[in-house]
């Protein structure tokens, strides 16, 4: 009987704290890695419907310490999206390049570094443009992964978010256009 008791006590411990769990989209996510993320990704914007694309997802959430998305989500973009970026003005490929925002940065080039876990060497920021994400392209949202930088700094995990666009000015594909004249950032 005893033995019973201990069980059912358990039982009934471990099911109870599971009903004051967040559900659905509430819920924490997890990285790649099942290390928590900050935040949650948005499951709704306008002119963004959800989209699955296994591959492209991939390609940005990454793991603990490697920069990029921690949670994210697919979407297609049914109308023009306006983004913004900051980008290294030295580099003729980095204005329209991966790396895109729902909002105008604000605030100071260290405090949008920190926010989106940017490190140093991957930028300057130190030029803005706006562009329009054209409709027909799919785009991750998802929140900032942590970085640890070649200089030893560290950046955490937070819940801004970020917008990948697999633009490669390069290759010359860009899903971008109507963009606005760049300028001194901040």
Same mark, same amino acid.
């Given at each position: 009987m005893h033995l019973l008791q201990t069980t059912a006590l358990f039982l009934s411990l471990t099911l109870g704290g599971?009903?004051?769990l967040p559900s659905g989209d509430s819920a924490a996510a997890v990285g790649i890695d099942g290390v928590?993320?900050? +935040? *949650?990704?948005?499951?709704?914007r306008p002119g963004l419907d959800e989209a699955s694309n296994t591959p492209l997802l991939t390609k940005v959430q990454l793991p603990s310490g490697k920069g990029g998305v921690c949670a994210g #989500?697919?979407?297609?973009? *049914?109308a023009p999206v306006v983004l913004y970026r900051v980008f290294?003005?030295?580099?003729?490929?980095? #204005? $329209?390049? +991966? %790396?895109w925002a729902l909002t105008r940065p604000t605030g100071?080039? /260290? /405090?949008?570094? @920190? @926010?989106? @876990?940017?490190? #140093?060497? %991957?930028?300057?920021?130190? #030029? $803005?443009?706006? =562009?329009e994400v054209r409709p027909g392209s799919q785009v991750?949202? +998802? *929140? *900032?992964?942590? @970085?640890? =930088?070649?200089?030893?700094?560290?950046?955490?995990k937070t819940a801004a978010q970020q917008v990948y666009v697999a633009n490669d000015g390069r290759a010359g !594909? !860009?899903?971008v256009g109507a963009c606005s004249e760049e300028s001194v950032w901040p």
């Open positions: 599971c009903a004051n928590a993320c900050a +935040g *949650t990704v948005a499951s709704q #989500k697919v979407f297609s973009v *049914t290294d003005a030295s580099n003729p490929h980095s #204005k $329209l390049g +991966g %790396w100071s080039r /260290d /405090d949008y570094r @920190a @926010a989106n @876990a940017i490190c #140093k060497e %991957w930028s300057p920021l130190d #030029k $803005l443009v706006s =562009c991750v949202l +998802g *929140t *900032t992964q942590s @970085a640890v =930088c070649a200089d030893g700094s560290t950046y955490p !594909i !860009i899903h």
